[in-house]
């Protein structure tokens, strides 16, 4: 499980046919457009038990509507991940993350202190771009994500999927709650 943003459609349509010149020439497994969303805190396994603690906590949590805005698109070696990258954290998103990451911790579950590098996974399991692919000549993105609500979400079992089918959807939401306007 974990706690997100998640873009709505018209957001998820621009962000990929902006980013469809770079998709094409990297290898991997894109994800479906109903995925794209930015990890708040993750979570790992939660024990079924633990959950109605950690959705009451959750819904105390008071924070402010924010704006992220999406710049460019990177590819991370070590993630094997292409990634539209936001450059600016406002301060109403990095609180929002602390505040999640205690409340996970308030239930009883374990969390990481990493800091939020908001990001939209595009591609997993990308290899190093061709020379003439380099991110460096990737294309600049101007998106802007209005942040009115945050999410709690959990992946979905993997299933049967054939090659060149479109992209199995990988997570589901289980809450949501609104932010402070």
């Given at each position: ?69 999406f710049g460019r698109l990177e590819y991370w070696p070590r993630g094997r991940i292409v990634a539209a990258t936001a450059a600016h954290l406002p301060a109403a998103a990095l609180l929002l993350a602390q505040a999640l990451v205690a ?79």
């Amino acid at each position: 499980m974990f706690f997100a943003l998640w873009p709505d459609t018209p957001f998820c349509a621009r962000l990929m046919q902006a980013a469809a010149p770079v998709l094409a020439v990297m290898p991997g497994r894109a994800l479906a457009a109903l995925d794209l969303h930015v990890t708040l805190c993750f979570l790992g396994a939660v024990d079924e038990a633990a959950l109605p603690a950690l959705l009451a906590r959750s819904g105390q949590i008071e924070a402010s509507c924010f704006e992220l805005e999406f710049g460019r698109l990177e590819y991370w070696p070590r993630g094997r991940i292409v990634a539209a990258t936001a450059a600016h954290l406002p301060a109403a998103a990095l609180l929002l993350a602390q505040a999640l990451v205690a409340a996970a911790s308030q239930a009883g579950l374990p969390t990481s202190e990493m800091l939020l590098q908001a990001h939209v996974t595009l591609v997993r399991g990308a290899r190093a771009p061709a020379r003439e692919a380099e991110p460096a000549s990737w294309p600049a993105l101007q998106l802007k994500l209005p942040v009115s609500r945050f999410y709690l979400a959990q992946s979905l079992a993997p299933g049967a999927h054939s090659p060149g089918a479109p992209a199995a959807r990988r997570y589901t939401t289980v809450a949501s709650w609104p932010l402070r306007a």
